[in-house]
């Protein structure tokens, strides 16, 4: 997580082998990423960016880029990237368009999910992949993201939806190309004025969370809903009690 230029995509370039010329170490299950051939790299990881290039095609050979797949295993990713209402809609053998111009947003982020699901990809990077979607459609995406099993998941984002966030099992955020802090989601959120320095949008309730700590009330901004948060900072600027 960071702001325009704090380095995300850098570091997924760096996990996908793209620069070789780094110092330290980069492993996957103790094998520097290095020493590991492309071919083998590319076998286990997968990254879904903003912009999915897209055949015009049919939704199927779209989904294996033109190889052949047991029936079961294209059916399989098609239901876990939640591909199913529109093969349903429009069928398996429904032309994209040029470049995918007949597909929304989020269905082309869909089908580079179904690819990664069907090479059965041990490791997601996904750079900004929502970046350029509606909150609806990016929500829904995320949503199919995060529910993945069986998989390692890296997502790199510089927005702070907290529904979304505290799902995961760790944040890093980045500022000027280094890491600022690290911790789950809890951890990192009670740090609002860093992230605020990190040049992220914080939302409301970590906002009021801020205020609240400044008037000495320390509190997890994940066990209060908005509302509450404000009644109490309400009764605190009245000079009475907290709810």
Do not use: W
């Not at 309730?205 to 009330?217: C, F, H, P, S």
């Amino acid at each position: 997580m960071g702001a325009s230029g704090s380095g995300k995509s850098t570091l997924l370039n760096l996990l996908m082998a793209s620069h070789g010329n780094y110092s330290g170490k980069i492993c996957y299950d103790g094998h520097e990423v290095k020493k590991i051939s492309s071919e083998s790299l590319y076998d286990i990881v997968s990254m879904i960016q903003q912009n999915v290039f897209v055949f015009n095609a049919s939704i199927r050979n779209n989904i294996t880029m033109f190889r052949e797949f047991p029936t079961a295993e294209v059916d399989r990713a098609i239901e876990l990237s939640g591909l199913s209402t529109l093969i349903a809609e429009r069928g398996e053998d429904y032309l994209c368009g040029e470049n995918g111009s007949g597909l929304s947003g989020g269905e082309k982020q869909r089908i580079s999910i179904a690819r990664s699901l069907l090479k059965h990809a041990s490791v997601l990077l996904a750079d900004e992949a929502t970046a350029a979607l509606d909150a609806q459609t990016a929500h829904q995406v995320t949503d199919d993201i995060l529910s993945l099993t069986g998989v390692t998941r890296i997502v790199v984002t510089h927005t702070l939806e907290q529904a979304a966030l505290r799902r995961y099992d760790g944040i890093l955020v980045l500022k000027n190309a280094h890491v600022l802090m690290q911790g789950t989601p809890a951890e990192v959120f009670a740090r609002g004025e860093e992230l605020l320095s990190a040049g992220l949008d914080v939302p409301q309730i970590t906002r009021i969370a801020m205020e609240l700590k400044r008037r000495g009330v320390d509190i997890d901004p994940a066990v209060y809903t908005v509302e509450a948060l404000e009644r109490q900072l309400l009764a605190l600027r009245k000079g009475g009690a907290g709810c």
